[in-house]
């Protein structure tokens, strides 16, 4: 079955970077879109970014674009998510999830979080 | 930006009540409509995608319905795992934007 987990997550002084990885198992990792959802605490879901089954397509929210960069090893089989600049705002859990398909691009699968905490 | 609007924001039932939520889209999106269910603590779960598509392994007494920007959950006989905060998202366009959500309570 479609396994995501995510880790890197943790406490970090704003204006610092930290990377979040996404390992997954039970699917052709290589042949789907991943995306980057994240939720601050007691708050609504955010999307945050999305990329293409190989890596050469990218988009990413207004909030994130310029300071995160997403990316994907498919020999690892794992998704990355680089963080920089961070900012209290950026406190959330992240979670990534399988895109559905080349039809549709919403996430039907998606990991258990990351706990991300921006402070001083 | 698309932006989504879900009413209720919170709703109060019982067990074996039949339940709507509306989403509404600040522009057409046709059918590229999803709708999650998320529990306290846990990760949001997939329950329609395409607007009325079941997402495999859900209970059928979930269906959603809608097109253009109007668009609704309806869970037809409520079981007491079902209490939980309903998300709709439209992926048609980027950036991809969920509704404020629905905290369905008993």
């Known amino acids: 079955q479609v396994q995501l987990v995510e880790s890197g997550g943790g406490v970090v002084q704003p204006g610092r970077s930290l990377r979040l990885s996404c390992a997954a198992s039970g699917f052709t990792f290589s042949g789907y879109g991943m995306h980057w959802v994240r939720q601050a605490p007691g708050k609504g879901l955010e999307w945050v970014a999305v990329i293409s089954y190989d890596g050469s397509n990218k988009y990413y929210a207004d909030s994130v674009k310029g300071r995160f960069t997403t990316s994907r090893d498919n020999f690892k089989n794992t998704l990355y998510l680089q963080m920089d600049s961070l900012r209290a705002e950026d406190t959330a859990v992240y979670y990534c999830?399988?895109?559905?398909?080349?039809?549709?691009?919403?996430?039907?699968?998606w990991g258990q979080g990351t706990l991300v905490t921006v402070s001083s | 930006d698309i932006q989504m609007t879900q009413s209720p924001s919170s709703l109060s039932a019982s067990v074996g009540d039949r339940v709507t939520i509306t989403c509404r889209a600040s522009?057409?999106?046709?059918?590229?409509l999803a709708w999650f269910q998320q529990k306290p603590g846990k990760a949001p779960k997939s329950l329609i995608y395409?607007?009325?598509s079941l997402q495999s392994g859900v209970p059928s007494r979930f269906s959603g319905s809608g097109s253009g920007t109007d668009f609704s959950l309806t869970i037809s006989s409520l079981q007491p795992e079902d209490f939980a905060t309903y998300y709709c998202q439209q992926y048609i366009s980027y950036p991809i934007t969920f509704g404020q959500g629905t905290r369905l309570e008993i």
């Open positions: 522009q057409a999106i046709t059918i590229y």
């Open positions: 395409a607007a009325s």
């Open positions: 999830a399988k895109v559905r398909g080349h039809s549709y691009v919403d996430p039907d699968y």
